[in-house]
C-alpha cells in the first residue's frame, strides 16, 4: 500500500509540473492559448484536486499522529492551490486584472506541496496510509 500512495503524489505532482511546462515553456509549440483554453486549464486542475482531496481525505486516519497530518496538509496545500491557481484562471480568462498573472503559479506551488505532502506521508506512514 505504501508504495501505491508514494506514487500516486509523484504521479499528482509530475502531472501539475508537465502542465505547467506545457502551458509555459511549449507555448509556442503546442499552441494553446485564448480565453477558451485557460478556462479549460482552471477546470482540469480544479477538478483533479478537488478528487484527490476527496480521495486523500476519505481515506486518512482518524487518528491525530505526526503520520496522519499529511492527509491534512495536502488537503490545505490543494485547497489554496485551488483558489489560487484556478481562481486567478478563471478571472483572467474572463478579462480579469494582468496583476492576476503572477498569482497563478504561487497556487501552482500549493498544488505542488499538496503532492509533496502525499509523497511524505506515504514514506512517513508505516501502513502506506498517509
Known amino acids: 500500500m505504501k508504495k501505491w500512495l508514494f506514487f500516486s503524489g509523484l504521479a499528482g505532482f509530475t502531472g501539475v509540473a508537465l502542465g505547467a511546462f506545457g502551458a509555459h515553456a511549449l507555448k509556442a509549440t503546442l499552441a ?10 482552471a477546470v482540469l486542475y480544479q477538478l483533479v484536486h478537488a478528487v484527490a482531496a476527496l480521495t486523500v481525505s476519505l481515506n486518512a486516519p482518524g487518528r491525530l499522529t ?4 499529511w492527509p491534512a496538509r495536502a488537503c490545505g496545500c490543494w485547497l489554496l492551490g485551488i483558489v489560487l491557481f484556478s481562481g486567478s484562471l478563471y478571472l483572467l480568462a474572463l478579462g480579469g486584472p494582468h496583476w492576476l498573472g503572477p498569482v497563478t503559479p504561487l497556487g501552482g506551488g500549493f498544488l505542488l506541496a499538496g503532492w ?3 509523497i511524505v506521508g506515504g514514506f512517513k506512514s508505516p501502513s502506506g496510509v498517509a
Not at 34 to 41: C, D, V, Y
Not at 66 to 69: C, T
Open 32 to 41: 494553446v492559448s485564448g480565453p477558451a483554453a485557460i478556462w479549460e486549464t
Open 66 to 69: 505526526v503520520e496522519g497530518k
Open 116 to 118: 509533496g505532502c502525499v
